[in-house]
């Protein structure tokens, strides 16, 4: 099983940003696609981003243009940059790796311990 690290969560004020971590303990994302995901308290785990092998991205559009989604050049770790944060990003971030089949991103691992992300004045 592939471990992930979810770091970089916190509280932030409306409009402030946040760049989360998922660290690999290998070179898994030159691999295998990642992908971001939260669940808000009392919601369904919802796909926020993901990014394949080979830099492609792809968005929710609650979060375009606020959120980038990128790896680092060792591509061990996924990061979330988050910008113009609001109070409805509010919830758990979990990342894991995945693939797309057809229009479906479908995830391959165990989920992770997750960061929390507050937005809150």
């Known amino acids: 099983q592939v471990q992930l690290v979810e770091s970089g969560g916190g509280l932030v004020q409306p409009g402030g940003s946040l760049r989360l971590s998922c660290a690999a303990s290998g070179s898994i994302f030159s691999i295998y696609a990642a992908g971001w995901y939260r669940q808000a308290p009392g919601k369904q785990r919802e796909l926020v981003a993901t990014?394949?092998?080979?830099?492609?991205?792809n968005y929710v559009h609650s979060v375009k243009g606020r959120f980038t989604i990128f790896s680092d050049s060792a591509k061990m770790t996924v990061f979330l940059q988050m910008n113009n944060l609001k109070p409805e990003d509010t919830a758990d971030y979990y990342c894991n790796i995945g693939a797309w089949f057809g229009g479906d991103f479908r995830r391959i691992s165990n989920w992770g311990q997750g960061t929390q992300v507050t937005v809150s004045a």
């Open positions: 990014i394949t092998s080979d830099g492609s991205t």
